[in-house]
């Protein structure tokens, strides 16, 4: 079952089910929705694990949550692992040093680690929503890789609508294009005129407009949510991570039982909660490192207790999907260390003073987990053309991990780092890394740059993007958002009903 990390206000039950938690995803207060209990997994579970495939052990963890999903679908959920590059292989583990693993969490369908969990997700979400009959609309606002993979995952499921909201230059066109040439007629593609955080107030606008709710409720339309709030998406991101510990057994580079470091580029800190829940189960993590850009939030917690919003602004880094400073998934761990009273006392001082404080106490237990280090693109381009030269590629987000293994790592155990989003979409980055200059290159031009001077091949799903015809090509004004949105739902009505 699953309890809610502020406590509960008496209007919802106090106990949920995960179908419940994954459908209505916000809890009592603004509060998550967390498991009440972690299954625990033993060197017994981790020597078995070592000798089974990625699926097996995923569905071996799902079976050991006890989730309210049948077998059936849960397997049905987890075969779309098989459209990844590698069937048998969908995280494969690189080594890049003598005590340093790559793994390698984008061979999916949109190239960003956030098909790990969206895609088995979208499967389930939509199969509930069926189940119940139910019709659910799901609003997205991303800055470039949580749309893609939202879309991708829902395109052409029944009972399921989307509506993606991204700020008009501030994706790359590899993520524009994923977005705008989506096919599939229960999805919408909005751009808007302004930045990530104006697309985000906007869509929290309406999520808090009476009068949009009651439109919705008035079509029996019911919102649900596919950001890492959900943890539909959090129990896929735990099992990864217990994945890699069994790649490294399989390659005899840990011995059964010995501790490793991970490090993890982090955003909204859901890769890092899965991390932290593998630990809490019983995976061997010695440390589980954070690593940040200059928008350096989490370092600023994890080192001296203090979540501080005050005289602070978004910067831009050429790791965006990093460029956070509400970190939601953060509050899952308050709430395992400290309690809910306590976690709701955090996070309304958040709300009120834009800031709140850890005692020295509860700063040491957070320490016991984490250490965190942040960097900033001048190390990351360094990092890149580094290992490019040695032959291998990693995008902006995955070199800022490079600092935490050179400053974190104290002990000589092998360290996993998680690689979150393929080369490709961050192309111009990488080519300005790779030549060292820094001209202002197109996608389509960089991608080629890269391919010719490294020779990599660029996968199908990318280079077609650009021969494809762009469908939605709104841009929009934040005001007509609503006017969009309903538009769009009286479109998809009408042609069911026919
Ligand atoms: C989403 C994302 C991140 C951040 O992950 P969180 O789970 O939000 O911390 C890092 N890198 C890439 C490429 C991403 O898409």
């Given amino acids: 079952m699953f309890i809610e990390t502020r406590g509960n206000d008496g209007q919802r039950p106090n106990k949920v089910p995960f179908s419940f938690a994954i459908l209505n995803p916000s809890a009592s207060f603004g509060g998550l929705y967390v498991p009440e209990n972690l299954p625990k997994i033993d060197t017994t579970f981790l020597e078995k694990a070592s000798k089974k495939s990625y699926k097996e052990i995923t569905l071996d963890i799902l079976r050991l949550f006890n989730i309210d999903i ?68 799901i609003l997205a606002a991303t800055s470039g890789d949580t749309g893609p993979a939202t879309l991708d995952t829902f395109a052409n499921k029944p009972n399921i609508k989307v509506v993606c909201l991204y700020p008009d230059g501030g994706t790359s066109d590899v993520q524009r294009l994923q977005m705008t040439t989506q096919k599939s007629p229960n999805l919408k ?55 890699a510990y069994v790649a490294l057994l399989k390659k005899d580079k840990v011995e059964l039982g010995k501790p490793f470091y991970t490090i993890i580029p982090s955003g909204n800190f859901g890769n890092a909660l899965g991390a932290y829940y593998a ?45 956070i400073l509400i970190s939601s998934n953060v509050e899952r761990v308050l709430f395992d260390k400290f309690g809910a009273a306590r976690t709701k006392e955090l996070m309304d001082s958040l709300k009120e003073n834009k800031f709140y404080t850890l005692s020295k106490e509860e700063l ?32 902006p987000h995955t070199a800022t ?74 841009i929009v004004e934040k005001e007509s958002i609503e006017a969009e949105i309903f538009d769009f739902l009286n479109l998809t009505c009408k042609k069911e009903c026919q």
């Avoid at 969908?90 to 693993?101: A, G, H, K, Y």
């Avoid at 999916?108 to 939509?126: N, V």
């Fill in 189 to 243: 593609i909005i751009g808007i005129h302004g930045n990530f955080d104006d697309a985000q107030n906007a869509l929290k606008s309406l999520l808090a407009s009476p009068s949009f709710k009651e439109t919705l409720n008035a079509k029996e339309i019911k919102l649900s949510a596919a950001n890492s709030v959900n943890f539909g998406r959090i129990i896929f991101q735990i099992i990864y991570h217990i994945y």
């Fill in 364 to 395: 040491a237990q957070l320490q016991e987990d984490f250490e965190a280090v942040y960097s900033d693109d001048a190390f990351g381009k360094e990092q890149i053309k580094h290992y490019a030269d040695q032959g291998y590629i990693m995008d």
């Fill in 70 to 137: 049948e077998e059936e679908v849960m397997q049905k959920a987890v075969a779309l692992y098989d459209t990844f590059d590698d069937a048998s292989e969908p995280t494969p583990l690189s080594q890049i040093e003598e005590d340093l693993f790559v793994n390698e969490l984008y061979h999916g369908p949109t190239r960003a680690f956030k098909d790990m969990a969206l895609q088995p997700f979208g499967y389930i979400l939509s199969h509930l929503a069926q189940k119940l009959n139910e019709q659910y609309l």
């Fill in 401 to 474: 991990c490079l600092k935490a293994y050179k400053e974190l790592k104290a002990k000589p155990l092998p360290c996993v780092l998680c690689s979150t989003a393929e080369w490709t979409k961050f192309a111009p980055t990488m080519f300005n890394a790779i030549q060292q200059n820094s001209v202002k290159y197109s996608d389509k031009e960089a991608l080629e740059g890269i391919s010719k001077a490294l020779h990599v091949k660029i996968p199908e799903c990318i280079s077609t993007l650009f021969n494809e015809p762009v469908i939605h090509n709104k």
């Fill in 279 to 323: 630990k809490k189960m019983g995976l061997p993590i010695e440390k589980i490192l954070i690593a940040s850009n200059i928008n350096n939030i989490l370092t600023d917690l994890i080192t001296t207790g203090v979540y501080d919003l005050r005289n602070r602004s978004l910067l831009q880094t050429t790791s965006p999907a990093m460029d």
